[in-house]
């Protein structure tokens, strides 16, 4: 049944990945859905930041102001503000970027990016090699120390726990947003079969309202993870 859901709703007309020489097998509908999200954020973003006023902003004024006054907060909370604020439009672009994927996914026919492990894993990846990154420029080789703390013997045991960050941070994400998306699938393919109340359109209304919240917590997860383990590797105490 899922298979038909599936079908019924490629509408686009997307297949396997494809395979293209020297890159490899690409998967077509993740890399046209993330360009739209892309498209989509750079047009929520502009349309809510042209002619600001300081006095009575618009709501798309207000609510980038509140999301970008909350996320400084979360920052500030947990780095100095010189370190803090070298990170925050990585912060912001992550959050609204994850937001829109995460939320895409709902819309019918269409797909979240962050609902294909290599989207996710790409990112989670390029969060912890920026990290090292910025831990070398405030600490320089100092920051190595940490792998041979408090005894050497725990070298091992720190190699596993880096690695294991991006592994974490990118199954977590994909695993809540595909999980998500295949449950609305198999509800919707409830539909034809009742379209009851019971039977599909009312759990799929229930679902798809827990998909949103989710989106936002995973969203908001991934994001405040990328802030603990960079205050975490740039601190001094660390």
Do not use: C
């Not at 360009?35 to 989509?40: A, K, N, Q, S």
């Not at 949103?212 to 917590?217: D, L, M, P, T, Y």
């Not at 908001?220 to 660390?238: C, R």
Request: hydrophobic share 55%.
């Amino acid at each position: 049944m899922l298979d038909q859901v599936h079908n019924a709703l490629n509408v686009w007309g997307f297949h396997d990945p494809v395979y293209i020489a020297g890159l490899g097998n690409l998967n077509l509908k993740t890399v046209v859905m993330t360009w739209v999200v892309m498209l989509l954020v750079v047009l929520f973003t502009v349309t809510a930041t042209r002619n600001m006023k300081l006095g009575r902003p618009g709501k798309m004024q207000l609510m980038v102001e509140e999301m970008f006054q909350f996320l400084k907060g979360l920052v500030d909370d947990n780095l100095d503000p010189k370190k803090g604020a070298s990170i925050m439009a990585l912060v912001f672009s992550l959050f609204i970027y994850l937001l829109f994927s995460n939320l895409w996914g709902l819309v019918p026919s269409m797909m979240s990016p962050t609902a294909d492990v290599n989207t996710t894993l790409g990112m989670a990846i390029f969060v912890i090699v920026l990290i090292q990154i910025l831990a070398l420029k405030y600490k320089g080789l100092a920051y190595f120390k940490h792998f041979v703390q408090p005894f050497v013997f725990f070298l091992p045991l720190v190699i596993v726990e880096e690695v294991s960050k991006p592994i974490t941070l990118a199954f977590r994400l994909y695993g809540n947003i595909y999980a998500g998306e295949v449950l609305i699938a198999v509800l919707l393919g409830l539909i034809p079969l009742g379209a009851t109340l019971m039977g599909g359109f009312l759990a799929s209304v229930i679902w798809l309202a827990f998909s949103i919240f989710v989106g936002f917590i995973q969203a908001f997860i991934f994001t405040m993870l990328t802030i603990a383990y960079t205050s975490q590797a740039v601190s001094e105490e660390h």
